[in-house]
Structure formats: structure tokens, C-alpha cells
């Protein structure tokens, strides 16, 4: 039992970390692409 709540609550800090790493992903994508603009013009 006690190991089961462990793996859930290792899950669902897995899952935050994820989420976390592809918000900092789609923020650099965001300044790249921004920055390609900027070249353009």
C-alpha cells in the first residue's frame, strides 16, 4: 500500500516536471523564432 502512494505521487511530480520542461521548450521556440523574424525584417 505504502509502496503504491509512492509511486503515484513519483508519477504526478514526474508529470509536473514535464509539463514544466515543455513550457521552457515552447518559451525558447517562441525567442527563436521571434529572433528570425527580427533578422528578416
Known amino acids: 500500500m505504502k509502496?503504491?502512494?509512492y509511486y503515484r505521487a513519483?508519477?504526478?511530480f514526474l508529470n509536473m516536471?514535464?509539463?514544466g520542461e515543455n513550457?521552457?521548450?515552447s518559451?525558447?521556440?517562441e525567442k527563436i523564432s521571434?529572433?528570425?523574424m527580427?533578422?528578416?525584417d
Open 3 to 5: 509502496q503504491n502512494n
Open 10 to 12: 513519483n508519477k504526478a
Open 17 to 19: 516536471e514535464q509539463e
Open 23 to 25: 513550457e521552457i521548450r
Open 27 to 29: 518559451d525558447i521556440e
Open 34 to 36: 521571434a529572433n528570425i
Open 38 to 40: 527580427k533578422k528578416h
